[in-house]
């Protein structure tokens, strides 16, 4: 259902840092988008910096520890990233279209 609102995906392909580790990004519920989680600021030392961007929102998240997820909440974004996390394999596939605000 969401999907169609989108013109515009961007897929990366990330290796996530050992559970305990903060990946640094600052999250934030985008109610005009029904709830998705948006990544508004990736901070400087985070290990995840020049990886992905900012003022995106997360349509899906793919790992072997969690299968194919579109979380619907900031805590399922947030439990799913732990998962991944805690894994053996920390490899995460994110696709994120733009918030609403930046596309063209």
Same mark, same amino acid.
Request: glycine share 0%; no cysteine; net charge positive.
């Given at each position: 259902e969401l999907l169609v +609102?989108?013109? +515009?995906?961007q897929k990366f392909i990330l290796t996530l840092p050992p559970k305990g580790t903060k990946l640094g990004l600052i999250l934030k519920t985008n109610k005009t988008l029904g709830n998705m989680t948006e990544i508004v600021d990736v901070?400087?030392?985070?290990?995840?910096?020049n990886l992905i961007p900012k003022n995106v929102c997360i349509v899906s998240l793919k790992a072997g520890a969690i299968g194919f997820v579109q979380p619907r909440s900031m805590k399922d974004t947030v439990e799913s990233f732990g998962k991944v996390q805690a894994a053996a394999s920390k490899q995460l596939e994110m696709i994120v279209a733009p918030n609403g605000t930046t596309s063209a």
């Open positions: +609102k989108f013109n +515009k995906y901070v400087e030392n985070s290990p995840l910096m």
